[in-house]
């Protein structure tokens, strides 16, 4: 079936350093790559989105590039903020189906220290 | 703020009771998606309500239920609750069965 993987937490960076979360999909046919963020005692927030191959979503300094070669999605960007500290969740939805579909990654942890 | 509404924010209860969760979709969202989030299992979708209707069903317990009623609100009602049903449970909704979705802030249910 459908699934998505992501690289492990919890991931601690230093503010204004280059952060790259990895994330790599196994779907039939191109679904639509989606990046959630979950901020402390919130709900998750869609964050970025790519429907087709070589989109690139972008949103608050954040993109992600649909790569169907690699089957990846990776979250970058070039310089972190305190407020970045987050979970981000990588998900698709498969081509044609709704969001009923939605599957999610497990997450990755995200702590910027100052 | 996402606009959707989510009550209780904490519920604790204990093994074997019953427990309503509810949601108010966002204003003009006629979906309503349930969610499981656990350490263990990550966030499970549980089931799917379109303007009153089951829609669609994931990895939901017989021992849960939920509904839609006609204000568009929802409750996912759980029953016989075990230790291991303690999780935080989303909400979302969105416009029609679209991709977008709108979550709720969660319900943290402890079973002690």
């Known amino acids: 079936g459908d699934s998505v993987t992501q690289m492990e937490g919890p991931v601690t960076l230093s503010e204004e350093a280059f952060l790259t979360i990895n994330c790599t999909y196994t779907?039939?046919?191109?679904?639509?790559l989606f990046w959630y963020v979950q901020y402390p005692g919130e709900g998750l927030q869609l964050l970025l989105k790519?429907?087709?191959?070589?989109d690139k979503g972008s949103n608050k300094g954040f993109e992600a590039t649909y790569r169907k070669e690699t089957t990846s999605f990776h979250l970058e960007k070039g310089s972190v903020q305190v407020s970045d500290s987050a979970v981000y969740f990588c998900?698709?939805?498969?081509?044609?189906?709704?969001?009923?579909?939605?599957?999610f990654g497990q997450g990755t942890r995200l702590t910027i220290n100052p | 703020d996402s606009g959707v509404t989510q009550t209780p924010k904490h519920l604790i209860t204990a093994t074997g009771q019953r427990v309503t969760l509810r949601c108010s979709p966002r204003?003009?969202?006629?979906?309503v998606y349930w969610y499981q989030q656990s350490l263990d299992q990550g966030l499970q979708f549980l089931i799917q309500?379109?303007?009153?209707?089951?829609?669609a069903k994931g990895n939901i317990l017989e021992r849960f239920s939920a509904q839609q009623f006609p204000d568009l609100h929802s409750e996912l009602n759980l029953s016989s609750l075990e230790l291991g049903d303690s999780a935080l449970y989303f909400c979302?909704?969105?416009?029609?069965?679209?991709?977008?979705?709108?979550f709720g802030s969660g319900t943290q249910l402890s079973v002690l």
């Open positions: 979302a909704s969105s416009v029609g069965a679209g991709e977008k979705l709108f």
């Open positions: 779907a039939t046919g191109y679904p639509s």
């Open positions: 790519a429907t087709k191959a070589d």
């Open positions: 998900a698709l939805i498969p081509r044609g189906q709704g969001a009923q579909k939605l599957v």
């Open positions: 204003s003009g969202d006629l979906s």
């Open positions: 309500y379109y303007n009153g209707e089951e829609r």
